[in-house]
Nanobody
């Protein structure tokens, strides 16, 4: 089985920084794209950032210039460095990865980690 485990969420004041981490484990042959999503109460889940296996990145307009996604293919990890955090960034952040395991590709999700930004 494949599991994604997230860490790094917490409470931070506006203008502060957090770094989220996500590690994939299990019978993994390969991981293609890795992504970070977020969802605030009453709102749709939003794609925050994505990164391909080769390192190409994409960001939501709302976080561009403030957040940086990166990955370590050898460790099956993806990170989200979040700077200049604002209250509107408050949400549950989810790690997502497209994983080849036991002969097929599937999307996997982490459990989510809460990020709260206070003013």
């Amino acid at each position: 089985q494949v599991q994604l485990v997230e860490s790094g969420g917490g409470l931070v004041q506006a203008g502060g920084s957090l770094r989220l981490s996500c590690v994939a484990s299990g019978s993994i042959f390969s991981i293609n794209a890795m992504r970070w999503y977020r969802q605030a109460p009453g709102k749709q889940r939003e794609l925050v950032a994505s990164i391909t296996r080769g390192g190409s990145t994409n960001y939501a307009d709302s976080v561009k210039g403030r957040f940086t996604i990166s990955r370590d293919n050898a460790k099956n990890m993806v990170y989200l460095q979040m700077n200049s955090l604002q209250p509107e960034d408050t949400a549950v952040y989810y790690c997502n990865a497209n994983v080849l395991a036991e002969g097929w590709w599937s999307d996997y999700w982490g459990q989510g980690t809460q990020v709260t930004v206070s003013s």
